[in-house]
């Protein structure tokens, strides 16, 4: 059975850092790219980055481009988000989602999600 | 990278069909055939119910089904039952990103 289990959501100051991870079990973790997606209180679902099933390619929303970095320990089967200069609108539960597509660098499909981890962004 | 554009409701009785629209840009939905829909219970995770416009993961019932046309996609439920009340959003690939909609509130009346 697949498993995603988000951990490192908790509250924190803007301009703070943080770092999230997710524990990957049920699946050859290597074999995939994996995402990270996004879903402020009470709204919509906001792509945040993806990542190759080797590490050798990210990708990025505008929204947190050069603030966010994407990476993934296939060893240890985590995936993690490093965020910097945090801000109130990054305030949201964040998804670990598992792409479709074996052996790929990366689909938009993602068949199985975390449960999230939240992330509060407050003074 | 503007979010898809998705009506916030929909409703329809059990038995019935309700189709959900998804109306994107040459950039996104009209410029690649990878649109997908996902249902979200409250609480809960989203799921993945269409991929790649009209393909259905494993599980996911044939009675969603989905379809594109120049730069609106489209999620059709049919025979409504009430486990399908739920949010759903679309989204699209964009050119190394991925974009959803802002999602719809299906209600079974």
């Known amino acids: 059975e697949v498993q995603l289990v988000e951990s490192g959501g908790v509250v924190v100051q803007p301009g703070g850092s943080l770092r999230l991870s997710c524990a990957a079990s049920?699946?050859?973790?290597?074999?995939?790219?994996m995402h990270w997606v996004r879903q402020a209180p009470g709204k919509g679902l906001e792509w945040v980055s993806l990542?190759?099933?080797?590490?050798?390619?990210?990708y990025y929303a505008d929204s947190v481009k050069g603030r966010f970095t994407i990476s993934r320990d296939n060893s240890k089967n985590s995936l993690y988000l490093q965020m910097n200069s945090l801000r109130a609108e990054d305030t949201a539960l964040y998804y670990c989602?598992?792409?479709?597509?074996?052996?790929?660098?990366?689909?938009?499909?993602?068949?199985?999600w975390g449960q999230g981890t939240l992330v509060t962004v407050s003074s | 990278q503007s979010a898809l554009t998705q009506p916030p409701s929909a409703s329809g009785s059990p038995g019935q069909s309700v189709t959900i629209s998804c109306t994107g840009t040459?950039?996104?939905?009209?410029?690649?055939?990878?649109v997908s829909w996902y249902q979200q219970h409250p609480g809960k995770a989203p799921k993945l119910m269409i991929y790649?416009?009209?393909k259905r993961p494993s599980g996911v019932p044939d009675r969603f089904s989905g379809s594109k046309s120049g730069n609106t996609a489209s999620l059709t439920v049919s025979g409504l039952q009430a486990e399908d009340e739920a949010d759903y959003y679309c989204?699209?690939?964009?050119?190394?990103?991925?974009?959803f909609g802002g999602g719809t509130k299906l209600t079974v009346l």
């Open positions: 040459s950039s996104d939905v009209g410029g690649y055939n990878y």
């Open positions: 990542i190759s099933w080797d590490g050798g390619s990210t």
């Open positions: 049920g699946f050859t973790f290597d074999d995939y790219a």
């Open positions: 989204s699209s690939y964009a050119g190394s990103v991925v974009v």
């Open positions: 989602a598992k792409d479709i597509r074996e052996a790929a660098a990366g689909t938009p499909y993602f068949d199985y």
């Open positions: 790649e416009v009209s």
